[in-house]
Every structure is written in structure tokens, then in C-alpha cells.
């Protein structure tokens, strides 16, 4: 059972804007300020898309953006396109202590 | 960058199996690294991690059966894994790590638990 809450399904039309939500708790989003976002399509190894909450790796696009309030963490993808169709894992630092890095159970996105 | 893991296979449980994983394009050596795995049509798990010097962290779920390890002459990163049970059937991923985040990934090495 993963420590992270995400929806199990979003879904959306083209050019239009989703948000995937990412709750956990005081042990990993709300005091770790790092959750980190993966794309995976089928098929293929995961991809980093966002890190540190916001930040973007070079190389992916601007449509991708993260925040955080709380203990819950979002990624929002605008401007959807046909491509953006695959699942999204958040992932928290959760400490030294117990499970180092927490990912959520992942979110299935679908364009329309 | 480019990670190559090697070593996945079926295996019986109880039995032992030795994943390595060939790191090349960045300087291996300053960069924590990583396993994660995925079940078939599962979600992500992160299963061990090893700092630039040498800290170890494995989640409880492998604890006492896993060993993660590294060789910076060689550019390449181990995960000894011992007492194996069906539970730990999945695609194993190395990973290098940013921070707080994992940044590269391979394409996965394939571990089946099976009698």
C-alpha cells in the first residue's frame, strides 16, 4: 500500500489543462519540500518531469508544472496533447528513519 | 547518460540473483544511485539507494535480503539479492539520483520469481 495518495484516473481533452493530486502526510510531502513527478508510458521506463516540487529538467516542456500546499503535492499538465497519454507517479522523500523515498500508487491519464 | 542493467532472469524461490547495472556518459562517482521496481502492472516501489559515500538505505520490505552496491572504477552498480520470494517478481530499474529525485533511469531488467 503506498504512503502517497493519488486519483486512480484523469482524464481530459486536447488543449485542455488536468491536475493530478499527490496527498501524504507530516512524514513526507508536508516536510520534505521534493516530491518529484515521473511520466511512464507502456512499454517504457519512467521520466522524470518535475523535481523539488516545480522544477523543471531541461528538455521538458513548459506544459509541466508542480506545487505544493500542505501535505499534498500537484502537477498540472495545460494544453493537453495526445502524447501526454500515460501514467504519472509522485514520489516524496520521506526521511532516513523508514522508507527513504515513498512513490504514490500512480495516476492513469487519458486524452479524449 | 546511459544505464544498462544485466542479471534479471527466473529464479527459484529462496535462491540468490545479482543485478548489475553499466553507467556511462556522466561521472558515476558523484551521483547517488538507485533501485526501484514495478510488478507486473504494478506501480512504482523504490527498493535501495547507496550515496556518493557509501550510505545505504533499503526499504523494509527487502531489509536483511538485499544488499545494494557500487564500484565506481568500474562505472557500475550492484543489488545482491538473496532469499528471493514471489513477492519480489518485478522489473528492477537503476536509477540516478538529483536531488531528492531520481533523473535518469534504465530500461529495466526483469526478475521472475517461480518455482
Known amino acids: 500500500q503506498s504512503a502517497l495518495t493519488q486519483p486512480a484516473s484523469v482524464s481530459g481533452s486536447p488543449g485542455q489543462s488536468i491536475t493530478i493530486s499527490c496527498t501524504g502526510t507530516?512524514?513526507?510531502?508536508?516536510?520534505?519540500?521534493?516530491v518529484s513527478w515521473y511520466q511512464q508510458r507502456p512499454g517504457q521506463a519512467p521520466k522524470l518531469m518535475i523535481y523539488e516540487g516545480t522544477e523543471r529538467p531541461s528538455g521538458v516542456s513548459n506544459r509541466f508544472s508542480g506545487s505544493k500546499f500542505g501535505n499534498t503535492a500537484s502537477l498540472t499538465i495545460s494544453g493537453l496533447q495526445a502524447e501526454d497519454e500515460a501514467d504519472y507517479y509522485c514520489c516524496s522523500y520521506a526521511g532516513t528513519y523508514t522508507s527513504t523515498y515513498v512513490f504514490g500508487p500512480g495516476t492513469k491519464v487519458t486524452v479524449l | 547518460v546511459q544505464l544498462v542493467e544485466s542479471g534479471g532472469g527466473v529464479v527459484l524461490p529462496g535462491r540468490s540473483l545479482r543485478l548489475s547495472c553499466a553507467a556511462s556518459?556522466?561521472?558515476?562517482?558523484?551521483?547517488?544511485m538507485n533501485w526501484v521496481r514495478q510488478a507486473p502492472g504494478k506501480g512504482l516501489e523504490w527498493v535501495s539507494s547507496?550515496?556518493?559515500?557509501?550510505?545505504?538505505y533499503h526499504a523494509e520490505s527487502v531489509m536483511g535480503r538485499f544488499f545494494i552496491s557500487r564500484d565506481n572504477s568500474r562505472n557500475t552498480l550492484y543489488l545482491e539479492m538473496n532469499s528471493l520470494k514471489a513477492e519480489d517478481t518485478a522489473v528492477y530499474y537503476c536509477?540516478?539520483?538529483?536531488?531528492?529525485?531520481?533523473?535518469?533511469w534504465g530500461q529495466g531488467t526483469l526478475v521472475t520469481v517461480s518455482s
Open positions: 536509477s540516478a539520483s538529483g536531488r531528492y529525485s531520481f533523473d535518469h
Open positions: 547507496i550515496s556518493r559515500s557509501n550510505t545505504i
Open positions: 556518459g556522466f561521472t558515476f562517482s558523484s551521483y547517488e
Open positions: 507530516s512524514s513526507d510531502v508536508e516536510t520534505y519540500n521534493v
